[in-house]
């Protein structure tokens, strides 16, 4: 993958990177961060950008699965996924719709219906 549309975890480099650390629990989800960046620079429609975040939660819960021993530090890994998800849902918008042609005012009401989404499918609202 390229490094400029690849950044790990996060908005890649400033302030704003520290506020979204590239390990749950001391495990590293750089792998998952990346292959989010890179579907949300090849997406062109919101079903993509949800696709894209469904892709990045199951990522992470595999790479959880297959490297995490002690059933107490995955489920703190799997709720801190999970917190990433509704991150990526909520406030993946300006990232997923940079550089393309989507009108502003159809951004908040696909964003909004894609939160929706993503809180009734961990059961927050009904």
């Known amino acids: 993958m390229r490094l400029e549309i690849v950044s790990g975890c996060g908005p890649g480099s400033g302030w704003k990177a520290l506020l ?3 390990t749950l629990w001391g495990l590293s989800i750089n792998e998952a961060c990346n292959i989010h960046d890179w579907m949300y620079h090849m997406g062109e429609t919101i079903e ?3 696709e ?5 939660l199951n990522n992470i819960i595999r790479i959880i699965e297959a490297r995490t021993r002690w059933n107490w530090l995955k489920r703190l890994r799997l709720r801190r996924a999970k917190i ?3 991150a ?6 300006p990232a997923f719709w940079a ?3 989507m009108p502003e005012e159809e951004r908040s009401i696909e964003d ?3 939160v929706s989404k993503a ?3 961990f059961g927050l609202r009904g």
């Open 88 to 93: 990526v849902c909520w406030f993946g918008g």
């Open 119 to 121: 809180l009734e499918s």
């Open 48 to 50: 993509e950008k949800n």
């Open 112 to 114: 909004a219906e894609s």
């Open 99 to 101: 550089g393309k042609n």
């Open 84 to 86: 990433y998800y509704l």
């Open 20 to 22: 979204v650390p590239e």
């Open 52 to 56: 894209a975040d469904r892709v990045f």
